[in-house]
C-alpha cells in the first residue's frame, strides 16, 4: 500500500505557482521523498527528492515539514506543459529491495 | 540518444499468444525494473533486477517472466495472454547509492489482448 496521500486533483493558472500537497504521517526516518510526474502517458519523469531539508532543482522545490509527516512540491511558475498526474513516494534503499510504491498521484491541469 | 529505450511501442495480439517486450538502458544503471499500469492509471511495479539478478518479484502470475541477458538489458516474455494483461508496460533504470535511487523510465509498451 502507497504510504503517501495526496488530493486527486488540482488546477492552476499558468504563471502562477502550483503547490502540491503530500501526507507521509508514518515516514521513518531514514525514508525519502521523492516526486514525479506523468505527463499525459508517457513514462514518469523524476522531479525531486529529500530528506529533512527543502530541496530546490531548476524544475521544482520541495518543502517538507520539521516533523516530515508532510511535504509540498512547488512549480514556481507552472505552464501548460506542466499538465500530469504528480506522485510523491516516500523511499528507503533496504539491501536487495529498490521498490517504490506509486500511490495514485495528484492530477494537475494548468488552465491559460 | 534515448537513456531507457523499449520496444514496440505498441502490441497488438491475440489471447493465448506469447509476446515478448525488451527493454534497453545506455545509463551505465546496475538497477532494472519493469512496472505494469493498467487501465485506472493506476502503477505498479512487477520485477526488479540487481546486476542481472532478480531481487523484486511481486506477486506476478508466473506466464510473465522477465530475462536480463546483461544488466544493460531486461527483457519481459509473457506466455499465453490474457484479456487482463491488456495495459502500458513501463521500463526503468537506476542507480542505488546511499538514499538515492532516481529512476528513469522508458516510454512504454502499450499491449492491447484482444
Known amino acids: 500500500d502507497a504510504k503517501t496521500t495526496q488530493p486527486p486533483s488540482m488546477d492552476c493558472a499558468e504563471g502562477r505557482a502550483a503547490n502540491l500537497p503530500c501526507n507521509h504521517s508514518t515516514i521513518s526516518g531514514n525514508e525519502y521523498v521523492y516526486w514525479y510526474r506523468q505527463i499525459h502517458s508517457q513514462g514518469p519523469q523524476y522531479i525531486i527528492h529529500?530528506?529533512?531539508n527543502n530541496e530546490t532543482n531548476e524544475m521544482a522545490s520541495l518543502i517538507i515539514t520539521e516533523d516530515r509527516k508532510s511535504s509540498t512540491l512547488i512549480l514556481p511558475h507552472a505552464t501548460l506543459r506542466d499538465t500530469a498526474v504528480y506522485y510523491c513516494?516516500?523511499?528507503?534503499?533496504?539491501?536487495?529491495?529498490?521498490?517504490?510504491?506509486f500511490g495514485t498521484g495528484t492530477r494537475l491541469k494548468v488552465l491559460a | 540518444d534515448t537513456a531507457v529505450s523499449q520496444t514496440p511501442k505498441y502490441l497488438v495480439t491475440q489471447m493465448g499468444n506469447d509476446k515478448s517486450i525488451k527493454c534497453e538502458q545506455n545509463?551505465?544503471?546496475?538497477?532494472m525494473y519493469w512496472y505494469k499500469q493498467d487501465s485506472k492509471k493506476f502503477l505498479k511495479i512487477m520485477f526488479s533486477?540487481?546486476?542481472?539478478?532478480?531481487?523484486i518479484n511481486e506477486t506476478v502470475p508466473n506466464r510473465f517472466s522477465p530475462k536480463s541477458p546483461d544488466k544493460a538489458h531486461l527483457n519481459l516474455h509473457i506466455n499465453s495472454l490474457e484479456l487482463g494483461d491488456s495495459a502500458v508496460y513501463f521500463c526503468a533504470s537506476s542507480q542505488v547509492s546511499g538514499g538515492g535511487n532516481i529512476q528513469y523510465f522508458g516510454a512504454g509498451t502499450r499491449l492491447s489482448v484482444l
Open positions: 545509463l551505465g544503471h546496475d538497477t
Open positions: 513516494i516516500v523511499f528507503h534503499v533496504y539491501p536487495g529491495t529498490y521498490k517504490y510504491i
Open positions: 533486477y540487481n546486476n542481472k539478478e532478480l531481487i
Open positions: 529529500g530528506l529533512k
